[in-house]
């Protein structure tokens, strides 16, 4: 039998080498090239931190426990993790030094240390002295002197200190309160080089009754996949409590990477790994910038300059649905809404809140919040809102990963302003996105629902494509008061009409939907399933789309990231096609599409494919009952599969290629752009219409 299943972990390596490869694009501009290498490595060290974490632990419980897919334990998974890691470096350093090079003729230049001038020595040495090593803080460390703690993703100067007996190193912070990038004056150009790069070069100064052997940066990244339920299981106290102990702990665990920049000797290379308890395939050898994250920086000082080296400036445009200056309640009343982020702005969703927060109508709003904006308006018109007397209910997700603290400060302030404050259930996390405002409007209750596939957050509103639909239907806002409602007893939704929820009633429908789509094949009947994800990783799942296709149901599916079926594998997967784009912004909507004609059905939602979303998380997918609506969500999925400029095409070994330009080029992303503003121009030609509060029946 052809293998059509692929590894989840190699699956994200692939994805991250799309990333990468936007790096490489000369099509895209420069500056956006830089930023994209500096995704590459931060969507790498969270890799590393949690997946890579989670193996590492594996290998000490039962390094049996295989991947149910493609049968690798731990331990073979970590191997090849390491090894096609290390394949990638000299890729990623390559195409940073191209960057570099073709930034040069910009005036934007990242200096070598052996190509200075007298003057800029002097220059550099005398900002050394007076700016950085009267605040750094050196150690040795020998037999005699303990290594000290590193601290996760830090970068570190270490030098190999001439020693008669053991080995002895000099390492050097080189995260403190001096910038990341040092600029050389210069009249005109952007000349600089990394603050990594200047202390090793004047290390000498530190150590200078040592003869130094050899010297280079180091940093390490460290385990971050902290076991939330054991500790909740060990800890009679608040949840809130436990969240900021595990906070403290997640600093501290195992290195599982060493990236090293430099030649500090083989006898300074083991002794390292030996006492982060590393092996040296862990290791991996650079030439660019240990640490990326400088480039945002740089962005800053060169955008003023030239924009020209950036994608064009484009702000989220008014949605056309809505009438500007208008109401948005009783616009969600008349009809339903979708909007459509970035193209499309976020406001009138914070527009309604405000609104609901000061309507005498309004007796509640209930919401869930997973991620959230450091200065959240969403949140600051939530608090406004119990300022106002109304009950306001908010499920505070304390376990999103690296928001952890972000949330348990936003928990305390809706506290204090009289929300009432929940943390989900114990061993699952809230990850859906729902939203529910109850009015009484005389005699008859009226709900607004909002079901959306990404955060409330203004910030990644700008950056992620999402949709968020905005609904009066009665039924939904019922169904939605339940979901509600199970979460506030700590109970789970175990049967639903219309929307479908996780973790008890959302596989098992999608289930059906698949086997709804196989019946119809074998009956002759057309049959087609459409899903645009993040993830798809549930084997349950995919076992059932391998089932469709095998039927004759063709599948179609743009998924950016992880992959773990693979397509067009004869006699298997051939009715299957798989895209991923990777663009300007980061894809991240979720829309499920079963059957055709007056047999489709159309959903969005906030879940993947992924096992720790169908049955392990709370989620929500809504079904879209708007005709008009409907089609908009059916026309975004047919762009993106039209896409013949961002989008790869997963081939029957499972490498992605980019799809052959034939005819007129596509790009979903640029044509959404246009669209929004097309359609936000033609709405403000038209004369406003007011808007009555029409009441809908309950069916």
């Keep these: 039998?052809?293998?059509?299943?692929?590894?989840?972990?190699?699956?994200?390596?692939?994805?991250?080498?799309?990333?990468?490869?936007?790096?490489?694009?000369?099509?895209?501009?420069?500056?956006?090239?830089?930023?994209?290498?500096?995704?590459?490595?931060?969507?790498?060290?969270?890799?590393?931190?949690?997946?890579?974490?989670?193996?590492?632990?594996?290998?000490?419980?039962?390094?049996?426990?295989?991947?149910?897919?493609?049968?690798?334990?731990?331990?073979?998974?970590?191997?090849?993790?390491?090894?096609?890691?290390?394949?990638?470096?000299?890729?990623?350093?390559?195409?940073?030094?191209?960057?570099?090079?073709?930034?040069?003729?910009?005036?934007?230049?990242?200096?070598?240390?052996?190509?200075?001038?007298?003057?800029?020595?002097?220059?550099?040495?005398?900002?050394?002295?007076?700016?950085?090593?009267?605040?750094?803080?050196?150690?040795?460390?020998?037999?005699?002197?303990?290594?000290?703690?590193?601290?996760?993703?830090?970068?570190?100067?270490?030098?190999?200190?001439?020693?008669?007996?053991?080995?002895?190193?000099?390492?050097?912070?080189?995260?403190?309160?001096?910038?990341?990038?040092?600029?050389?004056?210069?009249?005109?150009?952007?000349?600089?080089?990394?603050?990594?790069?200047?202390?090793?070069?004047?290390?000498?100064?530190?150590?200078?009754?040592?003869?130094?052997?050899?010297?280079?940066?180091?940093?390490?990244?460290?385990?971050?996949d902290i076991n939330m339920e054991e500790a909740l299981y060990d800890h009679d106290v608040d949840l809130r409590q436990v969240m900021e102990e595990l906070l403290k702990k997640r600093k501290k665990l195992s290195p599982v990477r060493l990236e090293l920049s430099g030649d500090p000797g083989a006898e300074a290379i083991k002794f390292l790994c030996r006492n982060l308890e590393l092996s040296e395939h862990q290791i991996s050898i650079n030439q660019a910038p240990l640490d990326m994250s400088f480039v945002y920086s740089l962005r800053n000082r060169i955008e003023k300059a030239h924009p020209e080296l950036f994608y064009p400036q484009v702000s989220p445009r008014k949605p056309a649905e809505l009438a500007?200056?208008?109401?948005?309640?009783?616009?969600?009343?008349?009809?339903?809404?979708?909007?459509?982020?970035?193209?499309?702005?976020?406001?009138?969703?914070?527009?309604?809140?405000?609104?609901?927060?000061?309507?005498?109508?309004?007796?509640?709003?209930?919401?869930?919040?997973?991620?959230?904006?450091?200065?959240?308006?969403?949140?600051?018109?939530?608090?406004?809102?119990?300022?106002?007397?109304?009950?306001?209910?908010?499920?505070?997700?304390?376990?999103?990963?690296?928001?952890?603290?972000?949330?348990?400060?936003?928990?305390?302030?809706?506290?204090?302003?009289?929300?009432?404050?929940?943390?989900?259930?114990?061993?699952?996390?809230?990850?859906?996105?729902?939203?529910?405002?109850?009015?009484?409007?005389?005699?008859?209750?009226?709900?607004?629902?909002?079901?959306?596939?990404?955060?409330?957050?203004?910030?990644?509103?700008?950056?992620?494509?999402?949709?968020?639909?905005?609904?009066?239907?009665?039924n939904i806002g019922a169904e939605a008061g339940t979901v509600f409602n199970a979460l506030s007893l700590g109970n789970l939704v175990e049967n639903s009409t219309h929307l479908m929820v996780a973790p008890l009633s959302l596989q098992n429908k999608v289930i059906e939907l698949i086997d709804r789509e196989i019946a119809a094949a074998e009956c002759g009947e057309e049959a087609y399933i459409g899903l645009k994800l993040n993830s798809l990783t549930d084997k349950v799942l995919i076992d059932k789309l391998i089932e469709a296709s095998c039927a004759g149901v063709k599948i179609e599916m743009v998924i950016r990231g992880i992959c773990c079926l693979i397509a067009g594998v004869e006699g298997r997967t051939e009715n299957i096609t798989v895209r991923s784009i990777v663009g300007r912004y980061l894809e991240h909507s979720r829309i499920y599409i079963f059957g055709t004609g007056s047999r489709q059905k159309v959903y969005i939602s906030s879940a993947d494919f992924m096992t720790r979303n169908t049955i392990r998380r709370v989620e929500v997918a809504a079904p879209i009952y708007s005709p008009r609506i409907r089609q908009r969500v059916l026309d975004i999925f047919g762009i993106m599969l039209a896409d013949n400029v961002k989008a790869r095409i997963q081939r029957p070994d499972g490498i992605y290629e980019r799809i052959p330009l034939k005819g007129e080029a596509l790009n979903a992303q640029e044509y959404f752009i246009e669209r929004a503003a097309e359609n936000a121009e033609k709405a403000a030609e038209q004369k406003p219409v007011k808007v009555k509060v029409r009441k809908r029946k309950q069916s």
């Design 1 to 224: 039998m052809n293998n059509c299943y692929d590894n989840r972990e190699l699956s994200w390596l692939k994805f991250n080498m799309r990333v990468l490869e936007e790096a490489r694009d000369s099509n895209v501009p420069l500056c956006e090239r830089l930023l994209f290498s500096g995704i590459y490595q931060s969507n790498l060290d969270e890799f590393f931190m949690i997946r890579v974490g989670s193996l590492y632990d594996r290998t000490l419980v039962d390094d049996c426990e295989a991947d149910n897919k493609t049968g690798m334990t731990p331990k073979e998974q970590l191997r090849e993790i390491y090894k096609r890691v290390n394949a990638l470096v000299p890729i990623k350093d390559e195409a940073y030094f191209e960057i570099m090079k073709e930034l040069g003729s910009a005036g934007v230049e990242h200096v070598k240390i052996s190509s200075l001038t007298p003057a800029e020595e002097e220059y550099l040495k005398a900002y050394f002295n007076s700016e950085i090593r009267p605040i750094v803080s050196p150690q040795v460390v020998d037999k005699r002197h303990p290594f000290p703690f590193l601290k996760n993703k830090d970068v570190y100067a270490v030098t190999h200190l001439e020693s008669k007996s053991s080995v002895k190193l000099g390492i050097i912070p080189v995260s403190g309160s001096f910038p990341k990038i040092i600029t050389l004056p210069h009249k005109s150009k952007l000349r600089f080089l990394t603050a990594e790069e200047v202390i090793l070069h004047y290390c000498g100064l530190v150590f200078e009754n040592y003869r130094i052997l050899g010297k280079a940066l180091i940093r390490i990244t460290r385990n971050a």
């Design 324 to 474: 500007s200056g208008m109401p948005v309640i009783p616009q969600v009343l008349k009809r339903d809404v979708l909007l459509s982020y970035p193209y499309e702005s976020i406001r009138p969703f914070i527009a309604l809140l405000i609104e609901a927060g000061n309507d005498p109508d309004v007796i509640s709003i209930k919401i869930t919040l997973y991620r959230v904006a450091s200065n959240s308006k969403i949140v600051e018109a939530l608090i406004n809102a119990a300022e106002n007397g109304k009950e306001v209910f908010v499920l505070v997700e304390l376990r999103a990963r690296f928001d952890e603290e972000n949330n348990i400060e936003w928990s305390k302030r809706l506290e204090r302003a009289g929300c009432k404050v929940m943390y989900g259930p114990e061993s699952l996390k809230v990850h859906s996105k729902l939203m529910l405002i109850t009015r009484k409007n005389g005699s008859e209750i009226q709900y607004i629902t909002q079901i959306g596939t990404g955060n409330y957050n203004e910030k990644t509103s700008e950056l992620y494509t999402d949709l968020s639909l905005l609904t009066a239907d009665p």
